[in-house]
């Protein structure tokens, strides 16, 4: 049990060893998570941890409101986001393959800007 407990730590210690460092290194699919990027950017601008969480959620706060008031948000510099529609559309149910219908929903859209997608060629 030990070893297992040991495993864990390294693993736990490897990523926030990554996050702290501020290197932009592939995360093989992995998604940060919150605490991640709330380290990660507490460490690259230099405030605490507590305020890196209140400036990510007053930012998701605002885009929420803008995207709930004029449908689009651009983000000079990185691209925009953008309110869209899903329609009806029929589907499967994987584990009985019976026939559904998957209703309408809204969904939010990036598109990249010149500066954000440049930066990945």
């Known amino acids: 049990m030990a070893t297992k407990k040991n495993d ?4 736990t210690g ?10 932009t290194a592939s995360t093989g699919g992995k998604e940060k ?6 380290s990660a950017l507490a460490e690259t601008t230099g405030i605490t941890k507590a305020k890196a969480k209140e400036v990510l959620d007053a930012h998701a706060e605002l885009l929420i409101s803008e995207l709930k008031d004029t449908g ?11 309110l869209g ?16 219908t998957i209703k309408a929903s809204k969904t939010v859209k990036f598109s990249g800007g010149k500066r954000f997608k440049d930066s990945f060629q």
Do not use: C, D, Y
């Open 72 to 82: 689009s948000v651009q983000l000079a510099g990185i691209g925009k986001l953008k």
């Open 14 to 23: 490897g990523a926030a060893k990554k996050a702290a460092s501020g290197k």
């Open 8 to 11: 864990s730590a390294k693993t």
């Open 85 to 100: 529609q899903r329609a009806e559309r029929q589907g499967r149910n994987p584990s009985t393959g019976e026939a559904i």
């Open 33 to 38: 998570s919150l605490t991640e990027l709330v």
